[in-house]
């Protein structure tokens, strides 16, 4: 008969093959893919945890253990109400984010590709954001940025605020026209990690 031990050592090793192989296939319904990426992105970390901490339970290999994010942030603009905007990024919109996965809200910002070299240096020097790199087929920060605010830590010590800028831009760089005519996005996302 295998110990808890064993039994936790094999599961994590599955949640840990079964996380890769999401990570590298292809499926048609991607918003299905995100949740469940995100749902044993979570079990993963729950039991690396518990496995380092020494006390894993049958109960958290199974996920009976899993609570979806908090619903104590309210969704808006959330550089506006828990950090610094810049005035050139329009905020769009917020959701909150699905009911297994880390992210609690998700806003999003736009501005206007003649602003977006201003509006990344000031996401940058703020937020610590990478620079825009061209990867591809458009503009994608190389890291995200962050900060923190004691309501969003009050509500879940374990949330992070995540902060990206990007945009497509394949149809525009054809035609020399740079990122002129280009709407970028900036998501600000607060997510369990």
């Known amino acids: 008969m295998k110990t808890e031990g064993e039994t936790v050592d094999r599961l994590f ?10 990570q ?13 990426f995100e749902q044993l992105n979570h079990w993963q970390q729950s ?37 610094s905007s810049h005035p050139k990024l329009k905020f769009v919109s917020c959701q909150p ?5 880390q992210a609690a809200v998700v806003a999003t910002y736009e501005v ?3 602003d977006s070299y201003e509006v990344e240096e000031f996401l940058v020097e703020h937020y610590g954001m990478g620079n825009l790199v061209w990867a591809c087929c458009g503009w994608e920060s190389q890291r995200f940025g962050s900060f923190t605010h ?12 995540l902060i990206s800028m990007g945009a497509s831009g394949e149809d525009y760089l054809d035609q020399g026209l740079g990122r002129s ?13």
Do not use: M, W
């Open 13 to 22: 090793i599955v949640l840990t093959l079964a996380f890769v192989a999401i």
């Open 24 to 36: 590298t296939s292809f499926l048609d319904n991607e918003h299905s893919l995100r949740q469940t």
């Open 47 to 83: 039991i690396h945890s518990s496995l380092t901490a020494g006390k894993a339970t049958s109960e958290q290999l199974s996920g009976s253990d899993y609570q979806p994010p908090s619903q104590d942030i309210p969704c808006g603009d959330l550089l506006k109400r828990y950090a």
């Open 97 to 101: 984010g699905s009911p297994n996965g």
């Open 112 to 114: 206007r590709g003649d």
């Open 150 to 161: 004691k309501d969003i830590t009050d509500a879940n010590p374990h949330y992070n605020v």
């Open 181 to 193: 005519p280009v709407r970028f996005r900036v998501t600000v996302e607060i997510a369990e990690v």
